[in-house]
């Protein structure tokens, strides 16, 4: 392959984050030192000639051919800039999130190009907390990901929304994780479960003696909080005569403990959670607006289970293996339990997937976890079957039952593997593994 002028090279070199030049054939041209270190290639001609795919998605064929938004494509059919988010994979098979810029580049002799710039958002090991981690790869999960990096970065309070259940505090602690505040502390609250009575003592503090049955001092999790993140779940909660003590100390950073007379100073950055509407109740005089626009200097939605479906069977795979760790057993997910929790709405998201994989890990059989183990409730029979699965087959062995399901979502979805993949509630991977199982691909 012709190497490029030198002064081309020279730009590529000069760019900070990854960058990467692909030919219309999705073959790469140049790429800097960042790119090649992302992808653990130090030989620039072990690089050249390769297929962008090959080397990020690890992938032998463009990412479009698997439902993904491609900026390849974009690019080189409308000559128009594209950017779009991926996850990406470095030489150890460890996901990277990422967000990609793609530009039209016009070489000396007028061919095109695309200049890739890559910036990224997040390892899959820095979303780990002690109970779990984010996990995922839809369009609706990246988004909420790309948010949280932003936020993380800015050191503003962070409002994080979202249906109960759909990871509220993991979200807080990526936010901590990826902000200069990571080495100090984070402590998390549940306003809802502390009483109205309790509340500022909890919050700020309280000297001995302040009330009925008090022995001795004790520090609030504002003080403890100092330097670090304090995340307030459920946030809505918070009495009304309380909010006005909240707001003083998030504006001027000063306290007292209950019954102390000394002002004291902390520098704490908040995270607060709510499943409510913040708005609704500033409206009723439930919430105060001021501190609700102190709260929401970055809000954050995050998606519910049902608007990223294609990211359950990675999920369930996590959660089941942490549930079931130390047992000393294999534990899976057949075919159809992985088509029965595509089809399930899951109005507890998450936590309602976690205890649903633990009822069945105690229900299941040489630890196959069948449709019949997580005991969801049918969909309804009249009407097409939710996410176009295949509805019933007649009976034939296994291995062509999958093969006709298979030919039958690909000619309803005219070849769309995204889609075949959400309607089987499985990963574009394994509609792709599949298809060369059966050479459909």
């Known amino acids: 392959m012709p190497r490029l002028p030198v002064f081309m090279q020279s730009l590529i070199d000069a760019q900070e984050n990854p960058f990467v030049l692909i030919d219309a054939e999705y073959r790469i041209v140049a790429a800097n030192r960042a790119y090649r270190a992302s992808y653990g290639i130090e030989d620039e001609e072990q690089l050249i000639g390769r297929c962008c795919h090959e080397v990020s998605h690890h992938l032998d064929s463009p990412c479009h051919a698997h439902g993904e938004d491609c900026p390849h494509q974009q690019v080189f059919q409308t000559g128009v800039a594209h950017q779009v988010l991926h996850t990406h994979y470095d030489h150890q098979g460890r996901a990277e999130h990422v967000r990609i810029k793609g530009h039209v580049i016009e070489g000396p002799a007028g061919e095109r190009y695309l200049g890739e710039a890559i910036f990224p958002l997040a390892m899959a090991q820095d979303m780990d907390c002690e109970e779990m981690r984010l996990i995922g790869r839809s369009p609706a999960f990246l988004h909420a990901i790309e948010r949280l990096s932003q936020a993380a970065a800015s050191g503003a309070s962070v409002l994080l929304l979202g249906e109960s259940g759909v990871g509220k505090e993991l979200a807080a602690h990526f936010v901590h994780a990826q902000s200069p505040r990571a080495g100090r502390g984070f402590l998390a609250v549940d306003c809802a479960s ?56 998030l504006e001027t950073g000063e306290f007292r403990r209950v019954g102390g007379r000394e002002i004291l100073r902390a520098d704490v950055r908040v995270v607060a959670a709510t499943n409510r509407d913040l708005r609704q109740m500033v409206s009723e005089g439930r919430f105060r ?125 005219e070849g769309n593997r995204r889609q075949v993949a959400d309607a089987l509630g499985v990963s574009e991977r394994t509609v792709y593994r599949k298809l060369r199982q059966y050479k459909l691909a």
Do not use: W
């Open 194 to 249: 502390i009483s109205e009575a309790l509340f500022e003592s909890e919050i700020f503090g309280h000297e001995r003696g302040a009330f009925t049955g008090c022995i001795g001092r004790k520090q609030g999790l504002f003080e403890l909080a100092d330097g670090g993140t304090l995340f307030l779940d459920e946030v809505g909660e918070i009495p009304l005569a309380m909010q006005a003590k909240l707001l003083r100390v």
């Open 289 to 413: 607006e001021d501190l609700y626009y102190r709260l929401a200097c970055i809000t954050v939605p995050l998606p519910s289970l049902r608007e990223r479906r294609s990211d359950i069977p990675a999920l369930a795979e996590a959660l089941l293996a942490r549930l079931t760790a130390g047992s000393g057993r294999r534990y899976y997910l057949t075919g159809d339990a992985l088509v029965s929790l595509g089809r399930h709405d899951f109005p507890g998201n998450i936590r309602e997937l976690r205890n649903i994989l633990q009822r069945a890990a105690a229900l299941a059989r040489n630890g196959a976890i069948g449709a019949e183990d997580l005991d969801l409730p049918m969909p309804a029979a009249a009407g097409p079957t939710p996410q176009g699965v295949v509805a019933s087959l007649p009976a034939m062995p296994l291995r062509e039952m999958e093969l006709a399901a298979l030919q039958e979502l690909l000619a309803r979805f």
